[in-house]
């Protein structure tokens, strides 16, 4: 009887020790499981802090190109407020030009005006869209040489006198 349980008490220890075994091999699996999810978290922190970084300076270009939309935008309201003024010029009378008038008594001459306004115009939208200005239009510093309709956009070598 006696040697029944030093067989079933080395049993025991057999199975604890197995069970101790299995237990530390399980440990194991799972340290190695957390130090590949630890690596992965680091490396998804690393990225998240360049896409962070990479927002700051998208931010800080998109404000910069705002800014420039903005001086833009004076310029053009500047341009616009000058060209409705030309446009709207008080006579030697003390009125108000009327143009249909002026187009009844000179067509030839009106005619020659307009068209010549309307180009002019037209090629100040499209600077105003992005086109870039030609070397004539940056050569310009005569009055006879600019754009009359927008020269601060046209021409930006022109220093009116």
Same mark, same amino acid.
């Given at each position: 009887? #006696?040697?029944?349980? /030093?067989? &079933?008490? @080395?049993?025991?220890?057999?199975?604890? &020790? +197995?069970?101790?075994?299995?237990?530390? /091999?399980?440990?194991?699996? $799972?340290?190695?499981?957390?130090?590949?999810?630890?690596?992965? *978290? *680091?490396?998804?922190? !690393?990225?998240? %802090?360049?896409?962070?970084?990479?927002? /700051?300076?998208?931010?800080? &270009?998109?404000?910069?190109?705002?800014?420039?939309?903005?001086?833009?935008? %004076?310029?053009?309201?500047?341009?616009? !407020?000058?060209? $409705?003024?030309? #446009?709207?010029? @008080?006579? =030697?009378? +003390?009125?108000?030009?009327? @143009? =249909?008038?002026?187009?009844?008594?000179?067509?030839?001459?009106?005619?020659?005006?307009?068209?010549? +306004?309307?180009?002019?115009?037209?090629?100040? %939208?499209?600077? &105003?869209? =992005?086109?870039? *200005?030609?070397?004539?239009? /940056?050569?310009?510093?005569?009055?006879?040489? @600019?754009?009359?309709?927008?020269?601060?956009? !046209?021409?930006?070598?022109?220093?009116?006198?």
């Amino acid at each position: 009887m #006696f040697g029944s349980i /030093k067989i &079933a008490m @080395i049993v025991i220890m057999l199975a604890g &020790a +197995g069970g101790g075994f299995m237990y530390v /091999k399980t440990l194991k699996s $799972d340290l190695a499981v957390s130090e590949a999810n630890n690596a992965k *978290l *680091l490396d998804s922190v !690393a990225e998240q %802090q360049s896409v962070i970084e990479q927002q /700051k300076k998208d931010f800080t &270009a998109i404000l910069e190109a705002n800014q420039e939309l903005q001086e833009q935008n %004076q310029v053009l309201k500047t341009e616009f !407020a000058a060209l $409705d003024k030309r #446009f709207n010029k @008080i006579n =030697g009378k +003390g009125e108000v030009r009327d @143009i =249909g008038d002026l187009a009844t008594k000179r067509p030839e001459s009106v005619e020659k005006i307009i068209n010549k +306004g309307s180009t002019n115009a037209m090629r100040c %939208q499209e600077i &105003a869209m =992005g086109a870039p *200005l030609t070397e004539k239009e /940056k050569n310009a510093t005569k009055k006879s040489q @600019i754009n009359s309709e927008c020269p601060s956009l !046209a021409n930006p070598n022109y220093v009116p006198y």
